[in-house]
């Protein structure tokens, strides 16, 4: 990165944030600026590296509302590579981030009822090269900056 963000930059990222397919008219209203003012950092910040892409998020169907967890793996070193193997082909594994502390991988998970995350946890805690899981279902979310508008 060339240099810090200022305030309008991180104004323009959390707009950004909020709603990706925002026009940048709109975000230049927002912001206040020209809307080639809005292009212009945008194409800063993606060469910068501060924007790494856009993407797609699948909402829940409303007849199915998503049971969601964290769940803390405790992995043997040798069995790591084989385990985030496994985490990948599973559709209700949506991240896995490695960490620091007491577990080697936090993972996300999303199924669409309890009965289908308590087998994914079971499935978990059998696989080889888990040592100990430790799941938390989330309640509810009160912040969160990758939503989709709409």
Not at 117 to 133: E, F, R, V, Y
């Amino acid at each position: 990165m060339d240099r810090k963000l200022d305030s309008m930059d991180r104004h323009l990222l959390s707009l950004l944030q909020a709603n990706a397919r925002e026009p940048a008219a709109t975000l230049a209203r927002k912001l206040k600026v020209a809307r080639t003012t809005v292009v212009a950092r945008i194409a800063r910040l993606e060469r910068e590296g501060i924007i790494a892409g856009y993407g797609v998020r699948l909402g829940r169907r409303p007849e199915h509302p998503a049971v969601c967890a964290y769940c803390g793996l405790s992995v043997r070193a040798a069995n790591a590579g084989a385990v985030i193997a496994a985490l990948e082909r599973m559709p209700e594994v949506l991240e896995v981030a490695a960490l620091s502390g007491q577990y080697d991988y936090m993972v996300f998970l999303c199924c669409d009822s309890h009965e289908q995350l308590d087998q994914l946890l079971d499935q978990l805690g059998g696989m080889a090269g888990i040592k100990q899981t430790t799941t938390s279902v989330v309640l509810s979310l009160k912040l969160d900056r990758r939503a989709t508008v709409g």
